[in-house]
């Protein structure tokens, strides 16, 4: 079973990756896989989608109900700041211009992506914030009502929105679900002091194409000061668009889009004290994250100092994390001072981040640091960050602090694994014998994952011993494991290894007849091997290896002629 969950009608599957112990605190949770899965009672298996190209009408409802859920049990910024993260990651790549609706994918499991996921999610965000949540749910449930036990298509859902809304909705699918990519808004903004007129123009700068549409987009520019909050509804339909907005007094604060109802990539470069206004806006969750990441990009003392008051002081635990990576993108003694002072966290996942960007500095200040959280801290994920971070130096106690956690027992042996990781970090020979011995030992203490990573990690370490036998046999062995996932990682790590005595076996998994994990893993493993290895070993070896890959194809061909004629007689029976 190789999902987190899966909506089987009636009765959800989960694996066991979705229980927790309390020592985790809230670092992890299933409430959106549950939410998720539960969705899919609804979107999925009351009403399925006709074929694979309209698969977003599962999984799209699915994730923006995770999303939902997270608001109405967390509030509303929970809410916010999930669609943030997931904008910020979908719009991290403008180079895919593919559609979320399209049949361009050679197999199904193409279409499980992140179109299909967050960017279709996306989509149904935007469709509810242009509704209202009232007349939202009104066309879902007829949408449900009428499709229900029956398969739809993406025009179903169309046609019953125009139906109870009384408008079009023909241009916002097409933009959104036929063609691909977002737009990229670059904004600029200028105040008249003596017309009290604030300036605000607005570009469109994605490439446009046959995948990607000029878009047609309604914003909301909101200008505020002490005494006043002016909110201007607009349509962006062209390249390039101006507004202008009139204020009693300037602006202390400029927002585009402040709800944050547009998937879009919006740049807007203001002055430091309305950044620092931003920051404040206790109303604004995502106008306090966009603050901090344009802090992100400055040095100076100030920017520092606002956002280590923005880690410690402010209400959301988002703005907290987000400002402690920019604390670490700065790197400046500064920000590290800033961090140092900054430990102590009641938010688990705060804390977890704040260790996590001291790793990122390598700093004796930042070792010791770590030192005493994996000593005072009792949360397993986030002793693991620590021991990570101090994986890094080159100090002779690492090592005896890599070995005691190797040895430890934890929630999911998240802590071995983390030596293991930090093992690979040394990049010591010597560290080969204690890992080989623990893997050896203690393979049921691991997740399959954990498992996957030892055999990685046994592979880099040992790649420059003098004697590999031990590895290599050891990694043999996982080659035959029954856990699916481990052949490959075990045949992978042998390509790590280098040892030309594997050459034979991997040959092996390389001329199978059928495509699986284990022959694309051995075809790697084979070039990783041929490139270390001397130009006349090669050509003592090439021969064999042709040979070898001519009979499987001869082998491939005798079986494809055999069911080519189980498939004539199949046809004359039925003839017949």
């Known amino acids: 079973f190789v999902a987190g969950g899966m909506e089987n009608t009636s009765l959800t599957t989960l694996t066991d990756g979705t229980l927790f112990t309390a020592a985790t605190e809230n670092l992890q949770d299933s409430e959106g896989l549950v939410a998720h899965e539960l969705a899919h009672q609804w979107f999925g298996n009351l009403v399925t989608c006709k074929d694979w190209s309209h698969l977003w009408l599962n999984e799209g409802f699915a994730t923006y109900y995770e999303t939902l859920w997270r608001g109405h049990r967390h509030g509303r910024d929970a809410l916010l700041y999930e669609m943030f993260e997931r904008l ?10 593919r559609a979320i609706v399209r049949r361009t994918f050679r197999s199904p499991d193409e279409m499980f992506d992140h179109l299909t996921y967050p960017k279709a999610g996306w989509v149904l965000h935007m469709v509810r914030c242009q509704l209202g949540e009232e007349l939202y749910r009104r066309c879902i449930r007829t949408y449900l009502e009428r499709h229900e036990l029956g398969t739809v298509v993406t025009e179903d859902l169309r046609a019953v929105l125009e139906e109870l809304s009384g408008r079009s909705w023909d241009q916002f699918f097409d933009q959104w679900l036929y063609h691909g990519g977002y737009p990229e808004l670059e904004v600029g903004y200028d105040w008249d002091e003596t017309r009290k007129l604030a300036t605000i123009s607005i570009n469109q700068r994605q490439p446009v194409n046959d995948q990607v549409l000029l878009f047609r987009l309604p914003l909301t520019l909101r200008l505020k000061n002490r005494n006043t909050i002016v909110d201007r509804p607009v349509v962006i339909s062209r390249g390039t668009e101006e507004f202008q907005v009139p204020m009693p007094a300037a602006p202390e604060i400029v927002r585009v889009d402040p709800e944050l109802t547009v998937l879009a990539r919006i740049r807007i470069e203001l002055p430091l004290p309305m950044i620092r206004a931003q920051l404040a806006d206790p109303g604004d969750v995502i106008g306090r994250l966009l603050a901090v990441e344009q802090l992100a990009g400055r040095n100076d003392r100030e920017s520092v100092e606002a956002l280590r008051q923005a880690l410690n002081e402010d209400p959301f635990y988002g703005v907290r994390l987000e400002a402690s990576r920019a604390l670490r993108s700065i790197h400046t003694p500064e920000a590290l001072e800033a961090l140092l002072a900054s430990r102590t966290q009641t938010d688990a996942r705060v804390r977890r981040q704040v260790v996590e960007d001291l790793g990122g500095f390598y700093r004796e200040t930042a070792f010791q640091a770590l030192r005493a959280t994996l000593e005072e801290e009792h949360n397993p994920g986030i002793q693991a960050v620590a021991l990570e971070g101090v994986a890094g130096y080159a100090k002779p106690e690492v090592q005896d602090l890599l070995l005691r956690f190797l040895g430890s027992t934890s929630y999911r042996n998240l802590l071995a694994e983390a030596a293991l990781r930090g093992c690979r ?9 204690p890992v080989l011995l623990n893997l050896r030992q203690h393979e049921q203490q691991y997740t399959t994952d954990g ?55 991997l040959r092996k998994f390389a001329s199978a007849g059928e495509a699986s994990a284990e022959r694309e893993a051995a075809q790697e493993a084979l070039a990783q091997l041929r490139a270390g290895r001397k130009p006349v070993d090669d050509f003592k070896n090439l021969r064999g290896e042709m040979l070898e890959l001519q009979q499987a194809d001869r082998d491939l061909r005798r079986e494809l002629e055999e069911l080519r004629r189980k498939l004539d007689k199949l046809g004359e029976t039925s003839a017949e």
Do not use: W, Y
């Open 88 to 97: 910020r990651s979908l719009t991290s790549d403008p180079g895919d211009t």
């Open 425 to 433: 970090l040394q990049d010591d020979p010597a560290l080969v014998g």
């Open 451 to 505: 498992f996957v990573t030892g055999l990685e990690v046994l592979g880099f370490l040992a790649r420059n011993a003098e004697n590999k036998d031990d590895v290599r046999e050891f990694l043999l062995a996982q080659a035959q494991h029954q856990k699916r996932s481990v052949p490959p990682a075990a045949i992978h790590a042998l390509g790590i290894l280098g040892d030309e005595r594997a050459i034979g076996p």
